[in-house]
């Protein structure tokens, strides 16, 4: 029974694609520290609500139905006591062991079960759900210790996609007032 249930789960992770974020009201080192690599990285800032007037309808295929993309946050339990709330297919999706919960995660979750069921491929490593940058993106943080040549090559990028968003060096590179 515990293999059957294994494999179930592993299908219904394979089809389930999702999106991380972290909330806060600032910046996390450990956050930097652990998706940062050679002090090259960025964090859009945003809302909940910037990011779910942002998100467009996504279509496995354009003649497919629009699949639905849940969103909340995660909440962060003691496996050993605490119970998962929710349907158990996608509530899971939005539980971690409460070791985790440094992390602050909110997320958003596409699960393509229907598209498989209806002999879609479905990608194995992710699908781009289209999304107004515009309306999504309040601001851009530069990782701790970026340089100029890294600053120059975002702030690049951001005008070629026609963007007007403001570029800001991480907050953790301020000065201490003690």
């Given at each position: 029974?515990?293999?059957?249930s294994?494999?179930?789960?592993?299908?219904?992770?394979?089809?389930?694609?999702?999106?991380?974020?972290?909330?806060?009201?600032?910046?996390?080192?450990?956050?930097?520290?652990?998706?940062?690599?050679?002090?090259?990285?960025?964090?859009?800032?945003?809302?909940?609500?910037?990011?779910?007037?942002?998100?467009?309808?996504?279509?496995?295929?354009?003649?497919?139905?629009?699949?639905?993309?849940?969103?909340?946050?995660?909440?962060?339990?003691?496996?050993?006591?605490?119970?998962m709330?929710?349907?158990?297919?996608?509530?899971?999706?939005?539980?971690?062991?409460?070791?985790?919960?440094?992390?602050?995660?909110?997320?958003?979750?596409?699960?393509?079960?229907?598209?498989?069921?209806?002999?879609?491929?479905?990608?194995?490593?992710?699908?781009?759900?289209?999304?107004?940058?515009?309306?999504?993106?309040?601001?851009?943080?530069?990782?701790?210790?970026?340089?100029?040549?890294?600053?120059?090559t975002?702030?690049?990028?951001?005008?070629?996609?026609?963007?007007?968003?403001?570029?800001?060096?991480?907050?953790?590179?301020?000065?201490?007032?003690?």
């Amino acid at each position: 029974m515990i293999a059957h249930s294994s494999k179930a789960f592993e299908e219904l992770r394979r089809l389930t694609k999702i999106s991380c974020w972290h909330m806060n009201e600032g910046e996390s080192a450990a956050m930097w520290s652990q998706y940062v690599r050679e002090k090259r990285g960025i964090a859009i800032r945003s809302t909940v609500d910037l990011l779910l007037s942002a998100l467009r309808p996504y279509r496995i295929e354009p003649h497919y139905a629009e699949e639905r993309v849940w969103v909340g946050p995660v909440r962060y339990i003691d496996y050993r006591t605490d119970h998962m709330q929710g349907s158990l297919g996608l509530g899971r999706f939005f539980h971690k062991h409460r070791s985790f919960a440094y992390e602050q995660e909110f997320r958003s979750v596409l699960q393509l079960d229907l598209a498989e069921e209806f002999g879609v491929r479905v990608p194995e490593r992710g699908v781009f759900v289209p999304v107004d940058m515009p309306c999504l993106c309040e601001a851009i943080h530069l990782a701790p210790e970026t340089d100029e040549e890294f600053r120059h090559t975002v702030e690049g990028l951001i005008a070629h996609a026609g963007l007007s968003v403001p570029v800001f060096q991480s907050e953790m590179d301020d000065d201490a007032l003690y």
